[in-house]
């Protein structure tokens, strides 16, 4: 049996990275690029705060990576955390994220955070397990 604790970045620790956007109005077109999630990365959950709700019953929100849905259907017609279908998915040449007008489409009185988090794998923190 080969050791591996400290082949390439075996035993090194990794951090959770977690992106937050600036608040964003929701419109029935919203298509937005919000940042580039970096190469081999695994997103683990995407999801919205809503700080002010949309007007259209039943509107929601999807979060993308590329053409990926990693957070999809999230309602956007109450305040606060709001979660839809979580799809943890590995990237291995990152991606542009963005936020999309979901099935049925919000109005623009809607007011929410995006939140997305992920873990690099190819990043560690400097220190090791062992």
Do not use: H
């Not at 049996?1 to 400290?6: H, Q």
């Not at 937050?20 to 959950?45: G, K």
């Amino acid at each position: 049996m080969a050791d591996l604790r400290f082949f390439d970045k075996n035993n090194q620790r990794k951090e959770v990275s977690v992106f937050a956007s600036a608040p964003l109005d929701t419109s029935a077109t919203l298509n937005d690029i919000l940042f580039t999630l970096p190469e081999a990365s695994v997103v683990t959950r995407a999801y919205a705060v809503v700080t002010s709700p949309s007007g259209v019953a039943s509107s929601d929100v999807d979060i993308k990576v590329g053409s990926t849905t990693v957070g999809g259907s999230i309602p956007v017609t109450a305040d606060g955390v709001q979660v839809g279908t979580q799809t943890m998915t590995y990237f291995p040449t990152g991606g542009s994220v963005t936020v999309v007008a979901g099935g049925t489409a919000p109005d623009n009185a809607g007011v929410l955070i995006i939140i997305v988090e992920y873990i690099e794998t190819r990043r560690s923190e400097g220190t090791y397990t062992d």
